[in-house]
């Protein structure tokens, strides 16, 4: 049986902090202007933050929340309860509860912010994993394949028509497979027709072939990436990372 997405982001949630904790001073590459303190007072604040949406079921304004501890000492014991927080508040409720959410699809379930607490965990701990890992210790654990294809799910039906439209963004066409090796995950993408996506492998311009995890990372700019595969069209593939985020 496939974990749960809650259950994956408290994993998550410990490991980033474990990380975080090696070196707070450590600036995380990926994420710019920040260091692991500073990633840990963000992810902390998101935690609060999704749990307050939720319990209200209105928007809510992070500026009203109160702020991360600015001393050490006291911003892994905040972060573990702002994660304990929102693991509570969404363990509880009922999935198809109503409320507030960004999705672009008008998606307002309350299990839609499951996978978005479950995906951002994900990516910010293999973040802090990773920036660790630049002085020769551990290299960050893949994402959760489970995680992983939510995620995937995620970008292309919420966030890639958005990339695809945004003023500026030229020469990007062609169709994009993601097809991925370790799991029943495959993605038919026409930017052509405004990202559009099919869960499907099809012919394509370029396929990129690889873990479920090595997919997500690449969608969000993570890398670089050595395992991943591209196939096809290489101009396909330079106009594509004018849209990854």
Known sequence: MEPSLLSVAEVDGRQLLAAAEIDWSHPVPHCPGWDSAGLVRHTGEIFMWMAAVVTSGDRVSRRTLAAPPETLDALGPWYLASLDRVLAV??????????WTFSSTGDQRAGW?????????????????????????????????????????????????????????????????LLATDGPVGWRIDLDRGGQAAPEHDQADITVRGTRSDLLLWLTNRGPLPALEIIGDPSVAEAWYQLRR
């Not at 969404?90 to 409320?99: A, C, F, K, R």
């Not at 290299?139 to 489970?146: F, I, K, L, Y």
């Not at 799910?153 to 966030?159: A, L, N, Q, S, Y």
């Open 113 to 177: 912010w499951c996978r978005r607490l479950a995906v951002e965990v994900a990516i910010h701990r293999w973040d802090v994993e990773h920036a660790i890992g630049t002085d020769g210790l551990t290299a960050p654990g893949p994402v959760d394949g489970t995680v992983a294809a939510a995620g995937i799910e995620e970008f292309v039906i919420e966030f890639l028509p958005g990339l695809v439209a945004q003023e500026g963004v030229e020469g990007v066409g062609g169709t994009l497979c």
């Open 90 to 99: 969404l363990g509880s409720i009922d999935p198809d509860q109503l409320t």
